[in-house]
């Protein structure tokens, strides 16, 4: 076997090694990439429950919200506070879910639920006078999602949700 040939032979086992090294790094990024989607997921999950929590466990604060939803200049000025504060939060969260799609970390089918939740609190009378003081704080991209999605389903007041006496009003 001359030089030649033994260099031929050695080029191929070069390319077969890279090849393979390729397809390795792609699975490890595959795999990587799942792992960053699912834990991003949890965190979502993770935040929106601690805050959902905080107003189950409360409930002066479940009830100051859905009328706040409905009627925000209805409340006193320390509940539009604590409200103005739980707003805050939780459309924060919203952004970042917003965000964590964008950049393909929540997968489409897990966003439409967590889109048409956001969508149907924005959509509300009573929040809609809270984002119109407040929308500044989050990100343009963000604002304009909201002003431009429209949800996809009719959205039934949360006091018919919640059967709580009081107005009903459709957005």
């Known amino acids: 076997m001359t030089l030649t040939e033994l260099g031929s032979i050695g080029e191929l086992l070069g390319s077969i ?17 799942e792992t960053a989607r699912t834990s991003t997921y949890q965190s979502v999950v993770s935040d929106f429950s601690a805050l959902n ?33 739980l707003f805050f939060m939780c459309f924060h969260n919203f952004e970042n879910m917003y965000y964590q799609h964008r950049k393909g970390y929540l997968e489409n089918d897990l966003w439409l639920g967590w889109k048409r939740l956001m969508l149907t609190y924005h959509a509300r009378p009573g929040f809609q006078t809270w984002w119109s003081i407040r929308s500044d704080v989050y990100s343009q991209a963000f604002v304009e999602f909201l002003r431009t999605e429209k949800i996809d389903k009719p959205v039934a007041s949360y006091y018919d949700m919640t059967q709580i006496t009081g107005s009903s009003t459709e957005p």
């Open 53 to 85: 929590q905080s107003m189950a466990s409360t409930p002066d604060l479940s009830l100051m919200f859905v009328n706040a939803m409905e009627d925000f200049e209805s409340l006193s000025p320390d509940e539009k506070a604590r409200i103005s504060q």
């Open 17 to 33: 090694a890279v090849l393979i090294s390729l397809i390795y790094l792609a699975m490890q990024i595959r795999s990587s990439t």
